[in-house]
């Protein structure tokens, strides 16, 4: 097996588990803001504003993982 393709085989299942990672963080904070929405109806525009602001940092780290990866299987 050639070095670039242990690279890209590396590159590829490190964005996965970044993709995983991110989807499951995303996941359990939207379910738990929606069970905070539902206990607490008057709160749920704060509350909405916290999960919209903490999913974009998740997805900002996921992006820089992925860039990351790509990066160094072109190396």
């Known amino acids: 097996m050639e070095p670039n393709a242990v ?13 995983l990672g991110a989807s499951y963080g995303i996941g359990k904070l939207a379910a738990a803001t929606m ?3 539902g206990r607490q109806p008057e709160v749920a ?3 909405r504003t916290a ?22 299987a072109g190396k």
């Open 51 to 72: 999960m919209i602001i903490s999913a974009a940092l998740i997805e900002g780290v996921t992006f820089f993982a992925l860039v990351i990866c790509m990066t160094l």
């Open 7 to 19: 690279a890209y085989l590396a590159a590829g299942l490190g964005a996965g588990l970044v993709i």
């Open 35 to 37: 069970e905070a929405s």
């Open 45 to 47: 525009a704060q509350v």
